[in-house]
Structure formats: structure tokens, C-alpha cells
């Protein structure tokens, strides 16, 4: 008998889960970020995460956010998900940072 282990695809469940309610991902913000937002003051959308490369490749930040207050404020927000011991996230979240800013500009 074969036995095969599955994969679990922890950075899909984590962003399936902050996916499912802008009352939690507002929350959650707010506790992160030590802000004080009001789910019913702002608007978050999920914004792009993928980058294109100078050599054509694409690269995926985990999530962005951005919230739109009444007083049409934009604030933009980036989650990763570290589900490794990798000690390049800092390097990893710089470049997505780079990369959303050079989009918004």
C-alpha cells in the first residue's frame, strides 16, 4: 500500500482565511497596525499583488489592502505570511513594497 503525504498549503489557507470578512480583516488591521478604524467609516479592498521582474517573472506579495476613509484618505497595507524559517522575508517585503509603490506612483 502506497501512502503519499499531502501538502498542506499553508500561505493559501492563511489568505483564503483574511479573504472571507472585511469585519475581521478591519479588525485585524486595527490590532496590527495599532490603528482605530470603524468597519462602517471605511472601505478596504484587496488590492494587486503580483509584480512583473525585469526578466519577465512574476512575483506574488501575500496581500495588500487598502482602506478609503470618508475624508477619501487612502491608506495601503502589506501582510505576508511566513510559514518557513526563511530569513528573507525582510529582503522579500522590501521588494513588494518597491514594486506597489512604484505601481501607485
Known sequence: ???TKEKVKLDEILKYL?????K???KLLNAIFE???KENEVNLT???NEFIEDTLGVIRGDM???ILKRDNNKISYHLEF???NDNTMVIRMFEYGFK???ENS
Open 1 to 3: 500500500m502506497n501512502k
Open 18 to 22: 483574511f479573504s472571507t470578512s472585511n
Open 24 to 26: 475581521v480583516l478591519v
Open 35 to 37: 490603528e482605530d478604524f
Open 46 to 48: 484587496v488590492s494587486n
Open 64 to 66: 495588500f489592502f487598502d
Open 82 to 84: 511566513q510559514t518557513k
Open 100 to 102: 506597489k509603490a512604484k
